[in-house]
Every structure is written in C-alpha cells, then in structure tokens.
C-alpha cells in the first residue's frame, strides 16, 4: 500500500499567516491527490483535488501543487475558520491511503 | 442539493454484526462510485471500501476484508456496509462518501455526518 506523510503533524499560526502543508507519497501517483479539511465534530469537506484543482465553494486562499511524490496545501491568508485538520488522500490506486492529518493551531 | 444521510450505528458487542445504511439524494446515484470511510476516536480518517456505481467492482480495506461487505440497491438510491465479526478496533464514526467524477478513484465531493459504531462488551 501507498504510504501518505503529512508534515507538519500540528502547527501554531496566527490570523493572516500563510500556511503550507505537505504530503509525501512513499511511490510516484502522478497528480491523483485530494486535500480535506475536518473541523471538530464534522464531516471532512474536500478542498483541491487531482492535487491543484480548487473545488467549487472552496475560498480562493487554498491552494494546492505537486505531482509524483510531493504535494503542498497553502493557505494564503490564515482566516479563524480555517483552524481545522487538513488531511491528503491518494487516487492512484487501491488500497486508498490518507495522511495522518496535520492539525492547524491558534496561535 | 446533495445530501448522505447515514444510519445503523449503534453499541455492538465483539463478535456480532451491524449493518449501515447510506440513503442519498440530490444526484444520479446509479452513475458514481461510492464509499465508506471511518474515523475513531481522536484518530484521522481510514479508507474503509468502496463501490462502482454498478455495483459490480468493490474494494476492501486489509484491516476489514474478509469480515465487511459493501453492497448498493440503485432503486433505493442506498449504499451498504455489512460488518460482521466486529472487533473493538472498527470502534469508529462511519462516514459514506460520494465521488466526484463517478470513478473508483475520485476525490470524495460530498460526506454525510457519521454514524457511530461502538464495538465492546
């Protein structure tokens, strides 16, 4: 199976920072990658997917790149509703693996 | 609108079964691979199984295979996970999940809230 490395595992960033995220595939899944963010309690709400792709009502302080191995999430301008744990997922192929999470802090 | 609304969670002992359901509206559902992810507690998110809009292609999880199946009934616009010789470890929130562009391997586009599944005696 396809290991998922987010990196940082948690951070601490104040409003307005910009934020970045990575995630590290253990093998090449060219850009089949999908970023989510889960706030306390809710449902996971997708982001980017096919690694840079903004999703429709997603705002446009979120980012994505990378291909093949290596993939990044920024967020532009930290807003108070964005403190929330972001996770990566891979589409390359089965059995589909996430990140472990990377829980983004108040500062 | 887009809506999953799952149910079946509940407190099952080890060993027993439980069944959920996924009942979903406000798209074609016959046309779009669907899935169940879960999440225990305070843990991230884990793959569980995933289904072709057919319903004839499914995927398993090695932590569940042999123990969960996955099943749809296009007429009812429903999405199945039969779990069966439970353990405390599939201790989770259940979340069924719908593609984006209909493929196996697609972004998830919409979640529904979670039910929760509590294995223990």
């Known amino acids: 199976a396809i290991q998922m490395t987010q990196s940082p595992v948690s951070l601490s960033a104040s409003i307005g920072d910009r934020v970045t995220i990575t995630c590290r595939a253990s093998?090449?899944?060219?850009?089949?990658l999908s970023w989510y963010q889960q706030r306390p309690g809710k449902a996971p709400k997708l982001l980017i997917s096919d690694a840079s792709s903004l999703q429709s009502g997603a705002p446009s302080r979120f980012s994505g790149s990378g291909s093949g191995t290596d993939f990044t999430l920024t967020i532009s301008s930290l807003q108070a509703e964005d403190f929330a744990t972001y996770y990566c997922?891979?589409?390359?192929?089965?059995?589909?693996?996430f990140g472990q999470g990377t829980k983004v802090e108040i500062k | 609108e887009v809506q999953l609304v799952e149910s079946g969670g509940g407190l099952v002992q080890p060993g027993g079964s439980l069944r959920l359901s996924c009942a979903a509206s406000g798209f074609t559902f016959n046309m779009y691979a669907m899935a169940w992810v879960r999440q225990a507690p305070g843990k991230g998110l884990e793959w569980v199984s995933d289904?072709?809009?057919?319903?004839?292609?499914?995927y398993f999880a090695d932590s569940v295979r042999g123990r969960f199946s996955i099943s749809r009934d296009n007429s009812r616009n429903t999405l199945y996970l039969q779990m069966n010789s439970l353990r405390a470890e599939d201790t989770a929130v259940y979340y069924c999940a719908k593609t984006k562009f209909q493929l196996l391997l697609d972004a998830f586009d919409f979640w529904g809230q979670g039910t929760m599944v509590t294995v223990s005696s």
């Open positions: 289904i072709s809009g057919s319903g004839e292609t499914t």
């Open positions: 093998q090449g899944i060219r850009n089949d």
């Open positions: 997922l891979q589409g390359y192929n089965h059995p589909r693996t």
